[in-house]
Structures are given as C-alpha cells and as structure tokens.
C-alpha cells in the first residue's frame, strides 16, 4: 500500500482503475485493485463520478505532496513516470484517432497527458525522448483543446515545444509532422489563418517525406478546410478529392464519410444542390453504417 500510494503520486486530475492497474508495479503477489480500494477506505485515495458509469480516483493534495516525497527516497519516480508517459500516450494517441471520441474521453486526461509537456519544457534544453513525448502528448490532445479550448494556451505550448524541436535535427519526421498539423489546425482560432496554411503544408511535406500516408490524407483534409473557409474553392476541392483518394486506398471509412461529407457542403455553398445531394447521400450512408449518429444528424 504504502508503494502504491507513492506510484500514485504521478497522476495529474485524477486516474481511472485501468490506469492504476498498468501504470503502479507492485509486484507479482499484489492484486491492484484491491490494494487501491484498501487506499480508498482509508480515505488516502478517494474516488469520484464525472459521468455516470464512470468512476475516477484521486489524491487529496496534502497526500499526494507527501507520496511524492515517499516515491523520491524510494528511487522509484523515473520508472514510475515512464510507465505512466507510456500508457497515456499510447491511450491518447489510439483515442485521437477516432477523431470524435477522443475529446470526450480525453476532457479527463488533459492534465496527466499535460503533465507529460510541462515535466519535458519547464527544464530545457530538453532531451529528444522528452521532446518527443511531449510533442506526441499536445499532437493527441489536439481534438479536446480544438473544441473545448483554451485554444492560445494551447498554441502557446506547441510554440514552445515546436521551437525547441527545430534546434535538433533528431525528432522524426511522423512526430513533427502531427504537431504542426495540430498547430495549423488551431491557428485560425486565433485569427490566423495564413499561418495555419502554413504549418499544415509544412506538415504535409513532412508526412510525404516519411511516407505517413493517414497523417498525409488528414492534413489533405484539414487544408481543404482553411482553403474552404477562405473560399478558395477550386483549392479545396482539390485537397478534399486528393485526400478522398488517399483514405479509400487506406480503406478507412470514417475518413471517407467526413471528407465527402465536406465536398458535399463545398456544393452546397456553390449552390450546386445536385451534387451537394450526391455528396451528402453517399457520406449520409457511411455514417449509418458506422452507427455515428452525431454525424448522421450533422449530414441530415
């Protein structure tokens, strides 16, 4: 118990049971579950439900200043924080890209997937794995501050992550290119959307040159979007067919709905209503089949 309550100490906002379970090494005779319900009743954890259904567990912060302290003399915090990276990239990163889901699942890892940032650019020069991890950790948490913001906070820490980034040569190519896409995809939040052309063709370049063909349909997407709202149409269209192109090669029907729902609205403000139909049909079919009623209505 007493272990264990150290290992907890890592945790930003709260943890769910399943993060107890991979993140704490207790040893091969303790039952984990049972040794954080043991915490609960003693009330050094306790447990909370932000949503129905769903249960959560915390430190009280006098507690979790005294378990730091404890994880610290038993040399055990650079294990710990590592199993806890790892599992909350790995969650992130598999949630982000189901692209609706993930904000709503990850509202509640913001500050463990943020903890992640500030323990890689509050001590700089940062290593790379640390620079990479972080950059991973704001790539995947695009789609909560993209629709929950707060968005310049969020720009903010890409500016600094991505700042550091490009003094090393050493960051791959796939990480860096999902962080300039989330930036491109968050600077017109701000007012700027000539900067988001930007990062999203630098992007694009990046997921050619090491041949992430998902990461290079999406960002086909995204810029199809800003050229869209700019009423560059010609351009949008271009983005959205090349990206249309890519997603069925890949085979991922999600993508496929989204990108024709976005040609139909493309038609539909060309007041060309027969193909806007068209698009919208074919998008319309796809999302039933997926049983995404969000996008369903939206198309409806």
Same mark, same amino acid.
Request: proline share 3%; net charge neutral; charged share 30%.
């Given at each position: 118990?007493?272990?264990?309550?150290?290992?907890?100490?890592?945790?930003?906002?709260?943890?769910?049971?399943?993060?107890?379970?991979?993140?704490?090494?207790?040893?091969?005779?303790?039952?984990?579950?049972?040794?954080?319900?043991?915490?609960?009743?003693?009330?050094?954890?306790?447990?909370? /439900?932000?949503?129905?259904? &769903?249960? #959560?567990? *915390?430190?009280?912060?006098?507690?979790?200043? %005294?378990?730091? =302290? /404890?994880?610290?003399?038993? &040399?055990? #915090?650079? *294990?710990?924080?590592?199993?806890?990276?790892? %599992?909350?990239? =790995?969650t992130a990163e598999r949630l982000a890209s189901r692209n609706l889901d993930a904000s709503q699942v990850l509202k509640h890892e913001v500050e463990n997937l943020m903890s992640i940032v500030e323990r890689t650019l509050d001590v700089m020069p940062a290593a790379v794995p640390e620079l990479v991890a972080a950059l991973r950790a704001l790539a995947a948490l695009a789609p909560v501050f993209h629709t929950r913001g707060p968005v310049g906070v969020y720009l903010d820490w890409l500016d600094r992550a991505l700042g550091a980034a490009e003094a090393c040569d050493e960051v791959p190519l796939p990480v860096l290119a999902k962080a300039y896409q989330a930036r491109g995809k968050a600077q017109p939040q701000r007012g700027r959307a000539l900067e988001g052309i930007t990062d999203l063709t630098t992007a694009l370049t990046m997921a050619k040159s090491a041949g992430d063909r998902s990461t290079k349909a999406t960002i086909l997407t995204d810029l199809g979007v800003l050229y869209h709202h700019a009423r560059e149409m010609?351009?949008?269209?271009?983005?959205?067919?090349?990206?249309?192109?890519?997603?069925?090669?890949?085979?991922?029907?999600?993508?496929?709905?989204?990108?024709?729902?976005n040609l139909g609205a493309l038609h539909h403000d060309l007041r060309d209503v027969d193909e806007a139909l068209n698009y919208y049909n074919q998008a319309l079919v796809i999302f039933r089949e997926l049983g995404d009623r969000r996008f369903e209505g939206l198309l409806l």
């Open positions: 118990e007493q272990r264990a309550l150290a290992q907890c100490s890592v945790f930003s906002g709260g943890f769910t049971p399943a993060a107890a379970s991979q993140v704490l090494e207790l040893g091969e005779d303790a039952n984990t579950l049972d040794v954080i319900r043991s915490l609960r009743d003693k009330s050094l954890l306790r447990s909370y /439900q932000p949503s129905p259904g &769903e249960v #959560r567990l *915390a430190l009280f912060e006098s507690v979790r200043e %005294f378990a730091a =302290d /404890q994880l610290e003399a038993m &040399e055990q #915090r650079r *294990a710990t924080v590592a199993r806890h990276e790892a %599992f909350f990239l =790995d010609d351009r949008a269209r271009e983005h959205y067919q090349r990206a249309l192109a890519l997603h069925r090669g890949l085979g991922d029907r999600r993508a496929i709905g989204r990108v024709l729902g």
